[in-house]
Protein backbone atom coordinates (compact mmCIF):
# COMPACT_ATOMS: atom_id res chain seq x y z
CA UNK A 1 0.00 0.00 0.00
CA UNK A 2 1.48 3.03 -0.74
CA UNK A 3 2.23 5.54 1.51
CA UNK A 4 1.97 2.94 4.23
CA UNK A 5 4.23 3.27 7.64
CA UNK A 6 7.03 0.54 5.84
CA UNK A 7 7.44 3.25 2.89
CA UNK A 8 7.95 6.32 5.56
CA UNK A 9 10.48 4.58 7.91
CA UNK A 10 12.17 3.34 4.68
CA UNK A 11 12.88 6.84 3.41
CA UNK A 12 13.86 8.30 6.96
CA UNK A 13 16.74 5.56 7.69
CA UNK A 14 17.88 6.21 3.58
CA UNK A 15 18.02 9.94 3.29
CA UNK A 16 20.61 11.81 4.22
CA UNK A 17 19.73 14.82 6.83
CA UNK A 18 21.34 18.19 4.77
CA UNK A 19 23.37 19.58 7.43
CA UNK A 20 26.05 22.34 7.08
CA UNK A 21 29.44 22.02 7.21
CA UNK A 22 32.20 23.41 8.92
CA UNK A 23 34.60 25.04 6.45
CA UNK A 24 38.01 23.22 6.07
CA UNK A 25 36.51 20.22 8.51
CA UNK A 26 38.08 16.86 8.12
CA UNK A 27 36.64 14.12 7.62
CA UNK A 28 36.67 11.81 10.54
CA UNK A 29 39.10 8.95 10.49
CA UNK A 30 37.66 5.35 9.83
CA UNK A 31 37.16 3.94 13.21
CA UNK A 32 39.08 0.71 13.76
CA UNK A 33 37.13 -2.54 15.64
CA UNK A 34 39.20 -1.48 18.85
CA UNK A 35 37.35 2.10 18.70
CA UNK A 36 33.75 0.14 19.27
CA UNK A 37 34.36 -0.43 23.17
CA UNK A 38 33.83 2.93 25.20
CA UNK A 39 37.60 4.21 25.56
CA UNK A 40 36.79 3.90 29.40
CA UNK A 41 36.89 0.22 28.69
CA UNK A 42 40.17 -0.44 26.37
CA UNK A 43 43.16 -1.62 27.96
CA UNK A 44 46.17 0.78 28.33
CA UNK A 45 48.81 -1.90 27.22
CA UNK A 46 49.36 -2.39 23.49
CA UNK A 47 48.87 -5.55 21.65
CA UNK A 48 51.86 -8.30 22.18
CA UNK A 49 52.23 -8.79 18.73
CA UNK A 50 50.39 -6.82 15.44
CA UNK A 51 46.61 -8.63 14.82
CA UNK A 52 46.29 -10.81 12.80
CA UNK A 53 50.20 -12.52 13.04
CA UNK A 54 51.68 -15.16 15.37
CA UNK A 55 54.92 -15.14 17.45
CA UNK A 56 57.81 -15.16 15.21
CA UNK A 57 60.15 -17.41 14.87
CA UNK A 58 57.52 -20.58 14.81
CA UNK A 59 57.87 -22.83 18.04
CA UNK A 60 59.13 -25.52 16.38
CA UNK A 61 62.07 -23.80 14.45
CA UNK A 62 62.86 -22.65 18.54
CA UNK A 63 62.44 -25.46 20.42
CA UNK A 64 63.95 -28.22 17.65
CA UNK A 65 67.29 -26.95 19.26
CA UNK A 66 66.27 -26.62 22.70
CA UNK A 67 65.47 -29.98 25.32
CA UNK A 68 63.46 -31.99 25.51
CA UNK A 69 62.20 -31.09 22.04
CA UNK A 70 65.85 -31.23 20.46
CA UNK A 71 66.40 -34.83 22.04
CA UNK A 72 62.80 -35.88 20.18
CA UNK A 73 63.71 -39.22 17.80
CA UNK A 74 62.39 -39.56 14.44
CA UNK A 75 62.28 -42.24 11.87
CA UNK A 76 60.77 -40.95 8.56
CA UNK A 77 60.75 -44.56 7.17
CA UNK A 78 58.49 -45.66 9.73
CA UNK A 79 56.73 -42.91 10.60
CA UNK A 80 57.44 -42.96 14.12
CA UNK A 81 58.42 -40.17 16.21
CA UNK A 82 59.52 -41.09 20.33
CA UNK A 83 59.63 -38.01 22.95
CA UNK A 84 62.19 -39.14 25.72
CA UNK A 85 61.68 -38.60 29.12
CA UNK A 86 64.30 -38.57 31.62
CA UNK A 87 64.27 -41.65 34.29
CA UNK A 88 61.58 -43.64 32.06
CA UNK A 89 63.05 -46.67 30.34
CA UNK A 90 64.42 -43.78 28.22
CA UNK A 91 68.08 -45.24 27.76
CA UNK A 92 66.13 -48.67 26.79
CA UNK A 93 63.92 -47.00 24.50
CA UNK A 94 66.27 -45.05 22.72
CA UNK A 95 68.65 -48.03 21.83
CA UNK A 96 65.03 -49.82 20.30
CA UNK A 97 64.12 -46.97 18.43
CA UNK A 98 68.35 -46.17 17.23
CA UNK A 99 67.95 -49.36 15.73
CA UNK A 100 65.12 -49.22 14.16
CA UNK A 101 66.63 -45.88 12.50
CA UNK A 102 69.63 -48.37 11.45
CA UNK A 103 71.91 -47.11 14.27
CA UNK A 104 74.17 -49.40 15.98
CA UNK A 105 76.20 -49.17 18.57
CA UNK A 106 79.20 -50.62 19.97
CA UNK A 107 79.32 -52.37 23.18
CA UNK A 108 79.33 -50.28 25.82
CA UNK A 109 78.89 -47.09 23.99
CA UNK A 110 76.19 -44.37 25.82
CA UNK A 111 72.75 -44.15 23.46
CA UNK A 112 72.17 -40.31 25.07
CA UNK A 113 75.89 -39.12 24.58
CA UNK A 114 76.13 -40.85 20.43
CA UNK A 115 72.62 -39.43 19.85
CA UNK A 116 73.35 -35.84 21.14
CA UNK A 117 76.78 -35.74 20.44
CA UNK A 118 76.40 -36.38 16.33
CA UNK A 119 74.22 -36.22 13.29
CA UNK A 120 72.85 -39.22 13.26
CA UNK A 121 69.56 -37.95 11.56
CA UNK A 122 67.28 -39.46 14.33
CA UNK A 123 66.81 -36.60 16.50
CA UNK A 124 64.37 -33.40 15.99
CA UNK A 125 67.76 -31.50 16.08
CA UNK A 126 69.23 -33.19 12.92
CA UNK A 127 66.01 -32.29 10.75
CA UNK A 128 64.43 -29.06 9.13
CA UNK A 129 61.66 -27.53 10.73
CA UNK A 130 59.83 -28.12 7.75
CA UNK A 131 60.12 -32.13 7.78
CA UNK A 132 59.49 -31.79 10.97
CA UNK A 133 56.27 -29.98 10.85
CA UNK A 134 55.27 -32.45 8.47
CA UNK A 135 55.85 -35.16 10.25
CA UNK A 136 53.92 -33.65 13.86
CA UNK A 137 50.91 -33.05 11.32
CA UNK A 138 50.67 -36.11 9.72
CA UNK A 139 47.86 -38.92 10.61
CA UNK A 140 49.33 -41.92 10.26
CA UNK A 141 52.56 -41.55 12.33
CA UNK A 142 52.74 -42.85 15.53
CA UNK A 143 54.01 -40.33 17.82
CA UNK A 144 54.68 -41.59 21.32
CA UNK A 145 56.13 -41.10 25.08
CA UNK A 146 56.39 -43.51 28.04
CA UNK A 147 55.18 -41.59 31.53
CA UNK A 148 56.15 -42.88 35.10
CA UNK A 149 54.44 -42.59 38.71
CA UNK A 150 55.90 -39.11 39.45
CA UNK A 151 56.77 -40.54 42.95
CA UNK A 152 58.49 -43.40 42.01
CA UNK A 153 60.39 -41.37 39.40
CA UNK A 154 61.22 -38.82 41.97
CA UNK A 155 63.14 -41.66 44.26
CA UNK A 156 64.86 -43.30 41.69
CA UNK A 157 66.16 -40.00 40.93
CA UNK A 158 67.25 -39.60 44.15
CA UNK A 159 69.05 -42.55 44.81
CA UNK A 160 70.86 -42.58 41.32
CA UNK A 161 72.20 -39.66 41.46
CA UNK A 162 72.77 -38.11 45.05
CA UNK A 163 73.16 -41.90 46.25
CA UNK A 164 74.70 -44.32 44.43
CA UNK A 165 76.56 -42.69 41.84
CA UNK A 166 77.04 -39.71 44.24
CA UNK A 167 80.96 -39.94 44.18
CA UNK A 168 80.66 -40.35 40.05
CA UNK A 169 82.12 -36.70 38.65
CA UNK A 170 79.61 -37.34 35.40
CA UNK A 171 76.75 -36.63 37.90
CA UNK A 172 78.13 -33.65 39.42
CA UNK A 173 77.12 -31.31 36.92
CA UNK A 174 73.14 -32.58 36.90
CA UNK A 175 73.41 -32.75 41.19
CA UNK A 176 75.19 -29.72 41.28
CA UNK A 177 72.56 -26.75 42.08
CA UNK A 178 71.18 -29.31 44.23
CA UNK A 179 74.31 -29.65 46.34
CA UNK A 180 75.01 -25.91 45.96
CA UNK A 181 71.77 -25.18 47.24
CA UNK A 182 71.66 -27.27 49.97
CA UNK A 183 74.99 -26.64 51.80
CA UNK A 184 75.04 -23.07 50.81
CA UNK A 185 78.14 -22.27 48.49
CA UNK A 186 79.36 -20.87 45.62
CA UNK A 187 81.16 -24.34 44.36
CA UNK A 188 80.64 -27.53 45.12
CA UNK A 189 83.79 -29.76 46.40
CA UNK A 190 84.34 -33.43 46.22
CA UNK A 191 83.53 -33.78 49.80
CA UNK A 192 80.34 -31.96 49.32
CA UNK A 193 79.29 -34.50 46.79
CA UNK A 194 80.40 -37.36 48.80
CA UNK A 195 78.79 -36.30 52.07
CA UNK A 196 75.43 -36.21 49.97
CA UNK A 197 72.17 -34.92 50.86
CA UNK A 198 69.02 -36.66 52.60
CA UNK A 199 66.12 -36.90 50.43
CA UNK A 200 63.86 -34.46 52.92
CA UNK A 201 66.80 -32.03 51.36
CA UNK A 202 66.29 -32.86 48.03
CA UNK A 203 62.54 -32.92 48.40
CA UNK A 204 62.60 -29.18 49.43
CA UNK A 205 65.08 -28.13 47.25
CA UNK A 206 62.38 -29.36 44.79
CA UNK A 207 59.60 -27.71 46.43
CA UNK A 208 61.04 -24.18 46.78
CA UNK A 209 61.95 -23.94 42.95
CA UNK A 210 59.55 -22.84 39.93
CA UNK A 211 59.36 -26.17 37.86
CA UNK A 212 59.71 -25.38 34.67
CA UNK A 213 63.50 -24.35 36.18
CA UNK A 214 64.41 -27.62 37.39
CA UNK A 215 66.41 -30.16 35.75
CA UNK A 216 65.10 -32.41 33.39
CA UNK A 217 65.73 -36.11 35.87
CA UNK A 218 63.28 -34.40 38.63
CA UNK A 219 61.28 -31.41 36.34
CA UNK A 220 57.60 -32.66 35.80
CA UNK A 221 56.76 -34.86 33.05
CA UNK A 222 53.91 -32.59 31.98
CA UNK A 223 56.56 -29.66 30.81
CA UNK A 224 57.50 -32.33 27.66
CA UNK A 225 54.33 -32.94 26.24
CA UNK A 226 53.83 -29.57 24.66
CA UNK A 227 56.44 -30.19 21.94
CA UNK A 228 54.55 -33.27 20.59
CA UNK A 229 51.26 -34.40 19.28
CA UNK A 230 51.81 -37.42 20.93
CA UNK A 231 49.45 -40.09 19.34
CA UNK A 232 50.62 -43.03 22.38
CA UNK A 233 51.35 -42.76 25.82
CA UNK A 234 52.35 -45.64 28.20
CA UNK A 235 52.97 -46.26 31.49
CA UNK A 236 56.54 -47.87 32.00
CA UNK A 237 54.98 -50.87 33.76
CA UNK A 238 53.27 -51.84 30.90
CA UNK A 239 55.74 -51.37 28.01
CA UNK A 240 54.50 -54.28 26.52
CA UNK A 241 51.56 -52.84 24.90
CA UNK A 242 54.16 -50.48 23.43
CA UNK A 243 55.74 -53.62 21.77
CA UNK A 244 52.35 -54.37 21.20
CA UNK A 245 51.64 -51.12 19.15
CA UNK A 246 55.33 -51.11 17.37
CA UNK A 247 54.98 -54.25 15.97
CA UNK A 248 51.37 -52.86 14.66
CA UNK A 249 52.83 -50.31 13.11
CA UNK A 250 56.08 -51.39 11.78
CA UNK A 251 54.94 -55.06 10.70
CA UNK A 252 57.20 -56.71 12.23
CA UNK A 253 58.42 -57.98 15.82
CA UNK A 254 60.44 -56.20 18.12
CA UNK A 255 61.73 -56.52 21.25
CA UNK A 256 62.68 -53.89 24.40
CA UNK A 257 66.05 -54.12 25.65
CA UNK A 258 66.08 -54.81 29.98
CA UNK A 259 65.31 -52.08 31.57
CA UNK A 260 65.92 -50.70 34.92
CA UNK A 261 62.44 -51.68 36.82
CA UNK A 262 60.25 -49.52 38.79
CA UNK A 263 60.52 -49.55 42.68
CA UNK A 264 57.65 -51.67 43.35
CA UNK A 265 58.39 -54.44 40.66
CA UNK A 266 60.30 -57.24 41.53
CA UNK A 267 60.87 -58.30 45.59
CA UNK A 268 59.14 -56.93 48.30
CA UNK A 269 60.88 -53.50 49.15
CA UNK A 270 62.49 -53.50 53.28
CA UNK A 271 60.52 -50.02 55.05
CA UNK A 272 62.69 -48.08 56.48
CA UNK A 273 60.35 -45.02 57.99
CA UNK A 274 63.86 -42.47 58.90
CA UNK A 275 65.35 -43.15 55.27
CA UNK A 276 64.15 -39.78 54.87
CA UNK A 277 66.36 -37.87 56.77
CA UNK A 278 69.34 -40.61 56.95
CA UNK A 279 72.25 -39.27 54.81
CA UNK A 280 73.25 -41.68 51.94
CA UNK A 281 76.32 -43.07 53.89
CA UNK A 282 74.09 -44.22 56.57
CA UNK A 283 71.12 -46.09 54.26
CA UNK A 284 70.77 -49.58 53.75
CA UNK A 285 71.26 -50.71 50.64
CA UNK A 286 68.64 -48.14 49.44
CA UNK A 287 67.49 -49.65 45.84
CA UNK A 288 65.91 -52.21 48.67
CA UNK A 289 63.75 -49.42 50.27
CA UNK A 290 60.29 -48.79 50.03
CA UNK A 291 58.71 -46.11 47.84
CA UNK A 292 57.01 -45.33 51.10
CA UNK A 293 60.63 -45.30 53.09
CA UNK A 294 61.28 -41.62 51.42
CA UNK A 295 57.75 -40.62 51.53
CA UNK A 296 56.17 -39.60 55.52
CA UNK A 297 52.79 -38.22 55.44
CA UNK A 298 53.60 -34.49 55.46
CA UNK A 299 55.85 -34.66 53.09
CA UNK A 300 53.96 -36.78 50.32
CA UNK A 301 51.26 -34.74 49.94
CA UNK A 302 53.56 -31.66 49.51
CA UNK A 303 54.71 -33.67 46.54
CA UNK A 304 51.74 -35.00 45.14
CA UNK A 305 50.50 -31.34 45.04
CA UNK A 306 53.96 -30.35 43.35
CA UNK A 307 53.48 -32.79 40.70
CA UNK A 308 49.62 -32.87 40.55
CA UNK A 309 49.71 -32.89 36.72
CA UNK A 310 51.39 -35.57 36.62
CA UNK A 311 49.59 -37.91 38.76
CA UNK A 312 46.75 -36.64 36.96
CA UNK A 313 48.04 -37.83 33.28
CA UNK A 314 49.64 -40.52 34.89
CA UNK A 315 46.37 -42.05 36.58
CA UNK A 316 44.73 -41.95 33.18
CA UNK A 317 47.81 -43.77 31.56
CA UNK A 318 47.44 -46.48 34.04
CA UNK A 319 43.85 -47.10 34.14
CA UNK A 320 44.04 -47.53 30.14
CA UNK A 321 46.38 -49.77 30.88
CA UNK A 322 44.92 -51.90 32.99
CA UNK A 323 41.62 -51.87 30.73
CA UNK A 324 43.98 -53.28 27.91
CA UNK A 325 45.65 -55.93 29.35
CA UNK A 326 42.00 -57.13 30.96
CA UNK A 327 40.70 -57.15 27.62
CA UNK A 328 43.60 -59.22 26.48
Not at 5 to 20: A, E, G, H, Y
Not at 171 to 182: N, S, Y
Not at 246 to 273: C, F, T, W, Y
Request: aromatic share 8%; proline share 8%.
Amino acid sequence: MTGSWFDKLRTRVTTTPSQPQKANTPEPAAESALDIAPRSKLSRFPARYPRGERAKPPFIDWSRTRSPTAQAMIVDDLKLIYLPIAKNACSSTKRLVASLGGLTLEKGQDIHYTLDKNNTGLQFKDKSPEDIKSALAAPDWMRFMVFRDPMDRLVSAYVEKFVNNREHPGQWETCGDVIRTVFHVDTATPEHFSHGITFREFAEYILARDPQQLDSHWQPQVFYMGHVPLTHMYDVKALDLLEDDLQAHIGSEISIPHMNRSRDQGPAKQHVPEAVDLLPRDLPDAKKLSLTSFLPQDLHGRLQEFYAADLSVYQQIKQSSALRHGHH
